[in-house]
Structures are given as structure tokens and as C-alpha cells.
């Protein structure tokens, strides 16, 4: 196949035909076989990559991202030296999500400033913010005060606080629960309904994810 010059840089012009070193056959060039791999842990992405063929004529490689397939942003560069010359598996950890979405990836092999055809892969996220670690409930004279601890993590839309009042403490349930806050606040009081101060509370909080 055919090299065509590119800017790697967005905004750039596409201009001419050049044929970079490598193993050719006549003006045609084996492009670097790249075998990109996705992976899903906690609240980053792995992105690791194979280059399977034709790495000697690579100077560095490019890590773009994209939510629609469109409009792609640069997330590293990985520049070609002494030290990794060698290798054909990179890996990278993308922090740079802030929601549960699905995020197409681009990996181009450049050869100074030439890209090749990218490796192209996507990855629907699935993973949700954990809900807070622990609940504390201090009971008052007319109310109760809540304190939770508030995840400290990007994804986090807000939470929401559900609460129950039975007669009997074995009739507590979630699916009874009503809300009565959403927010992003680490503490809140409850007061209490005057048709439920005899009966049994508990609470339940709960992290929500930004989509």
C-alpha cells in the first residue's frame, strides 16, 4: 500500500507521497503490524499494544482517544530511545475519563513524523464508582446526623441517600427505601417524621456514576 505524508498534529495538511525506510518491495512498504489490546480495571484503562511486525522503522508512537469516534484528543506520546528500542509491548494507564461511556482508541506508528495506518479498538466501560466505605449514623433528640465517606473519585456524579422507618427492625428493607438527599455532601441530618419517631431507621447510601 501507498504512504501518504501526514501532519501529525490535528489541523495539518495532507501533502505528497514519501516512502520512509523500511522493507520495501519496489515503492511499497510493509507497514507495523500493531496488535492494540483494551482492559478495564478499577477507575483506569489499560492500554496495551503488540508490534508485530516492521518496529525498527518506528520513532515513536501515538496514543489518541475519543468518546464518538470523531473527535480524537492526544493522550501520549511514546518517543523511540536506547532504552525501549527493543521492545514490542508497551502498555499505558488512561486516567483521563471522568464517566462510564465508551472510548475509541487510535495507536499510530510514526516514522519522523510519518503516521501509519492506526490500530483502531474500543471499549465500552462498565465498572461504577464504589459506594462510599463507611456510614456512621449518631442518633439526636429529633434527628439523626449521617456522616459517610465521600469517594474521592473523578466518575463520581453524586450520591444518594435512601432511608426506611418500620415498626419492626426485621422489616427494614432497601426496596421500601425513599430518597431523601442526592447531593454531594459527606453529612447531612435526618429529621425525623413525627408518625415514625417509635420506629426503627436505617439508611443506606448509595454512588452514582456520571454517564
Known sequence: MGISYMNPYPGGNNSGVVNPPGDYDGDIIKEPEINLILKEINDYV??????????????????????????????????IVNYNKNKTYFTIKDRSYDRKTTIYYKIYAVNKGQRYTPAINFIKLENE?????????EPMTEMFNIKYGLPDDRRLSHVEVYQHAALLK????????RLIYKGKDSNILYT???NEKDYFH??????????
Open 46 to 79: 489499560e492500554v496495551s499494544f503488540y508490534v508485530l511486525k516492521n518496529k525498527n522503522i518506528i520513532t515513536e508512537y501515538e496514543v489518541w482517544s475519543s468518546y464518538d469516534n470523531i473527535d480524537y484528543k492526544l493522550l501520549r506520546i511514546i518517543p
Open 129 to 137: 464508582v464504589p459506594d462510599p466505605d463507611y456510614i456512621s449514623i
Open 170 to 177: 426485621e422489616d427494614l428493607n432497601f426496596d421500601n427505601a
Open 192 to 194: 425525623i417524621r413525627d
Open 202 to 211: 436505617q439508611f443506606w447510601v448509595k454512588s452514582i456514576t456520571r454517564t
